[in-house]
């Protein structure tokens, strides 16, 4: 597939004087608008929607795929949508939001329909069934999540690896030996979402290393289940002192479960959230928390993918550092 880049290094110009010579965006003298449609005709480019868009004075369109299936905290992807609708107006473009399921000739079809300029996807999994057809796709893309493969791609996240790390190290430095995660629901482990995965990877490793007695739960987000769970998680695991909770639905059930039980938070069982600063400080707390930035997700991989656009480099992977902030449910156990 040939890029922007392609042609601005034949043409003998930078990549934006490529987008503006052939979206008359900007005047550009007229020998190197010849010689920009020379090397974009010799090498068989052909433009973005939105570079198209832009030379009728149509608007620019970035799409957002974001699927609301089963395990999906809606909130939590509102957040990062409106997130990237902002961004994508400071740079001049709308968002069409695709909520639906589509993978593979789905994704293309739906794309297909409108001048799309480029893709962002959220909800990625290790195996995610969209990715070959995304390798092949005329236009950029940014990822919202890490597969198992990111070769080829551009991918932003949560270093979920590094908070669940950040999570266990937190209780073992406070004396915590048998710790619990409480994790997504049961269906976002059977998909192989990608966050999941990581953060689990991230408790196990470090719960290893620090010699540590650990149980993992997915959690199903109806609240009626949290007594439920907390009364298992204690029959199993009598010496459990520590909980990290990345469930937000579940946040404030669980800790008024494990409160029916007779438990003291954080005097007999302390407790991590990965959530929203706002729910942490809400939710029965203040809760010790992994900040969850999903505003600042989407608005990275808004300008991750403008600047693609524009033919600048970008990583390949961007990994946020997860932010800990202790608060009222940790203490020494």
């Known amino acids: ?56 004075g149509e608007p620019n369109v970035l799409a957002l795929a974001a699927p609301l299936r089963a395990g999906v905290h809606v909130p939590v992807v509102m957040r990062l949508a409106v997130s990237v609708v902002t961004t994508a107006r400071a740079h001049d473009h709308d968002v069409l939001l695709l909520t639906q399921e589509e993978a593979g000739e789905g994704l293309s079809r739906a794309l297909g ?65 048998t710790v619990a995660l409480v994790g997504s629901p049961p269906e976002v482990y059977l998909r192989e979402t990608a966050y999941a995965h990581h953060l689990m990877r991230g408790f196990t490793t470090a719960a290893g290393h620090h010699g540590l007695t650990t149980s993992v739960q997915p959690g199903d987000p109806d609240p009626a289940t949290a007594p439920r769970l907390a009364e298992r998680l204690l029959r199993e695991h009598p010496a ?16 008024q479960a494990f409160r029916g039980l007779d438990l003291r938070i954080p005097d007999d069982l302390s407790v991590i959230a990965l959530c929203p600063d706002d729910l942490a400080t809400t939710a029965c707390g203040p809760v010790t928390s992994v900040t969850l930035p999903a505003a600042e997700l989407g608005s990275r991989a808004v300008e991750l993918l403008m600047r693609k656009l524009h033919g600048t480099p970008v990583p390949r992977t961007t990994l946020l550092p997860p932010r800990l902030t202790e608060r009222a449910t940790t203490r020494q156990a």
Request: aromatic letters at 2%; glycine letters at 6%.
């Open 240 to 255: 459990l002192t520590a909980v990290v909770i990345h469930n937000e639905p579940l946040l404030e059930p669980l800790i």
């Open 113 to 177: 329909t409108a001048s799309v300029d480029g893709l962002l996807l959220t909800d990625v999994e290790l195996h995610d069934p969209r990715l070959p057809r995304l390798r092949s796709l005329d236009r950029p893309s940014v990822l919202i999540g890490v597969p198992a493969n990111p070769h080829g791609l551009t991918c932003v996240d949560l270093d979920f690896q590094a908070a669940g790390e950040a999570c266990v190290n937190h209780l073992a430095e406070r004396g915590h030996r």
């Open 1 to 56: 597939m040939v890029k922007i880049t392609d042609v601005a290094r034949r043409a003998g110009v930078s990549p934006s004087t490529v987008s503006y010579a052939l979206s008359g965006k900007r005047p550009i003298s007229d020998e190197t608008r010849r010689r920009v449609e020379a090397a974009a005709r010799d090498l068989g480019y052909r433009p973005h929607s939105g570079a198209r868009a832009l030379a009728y």
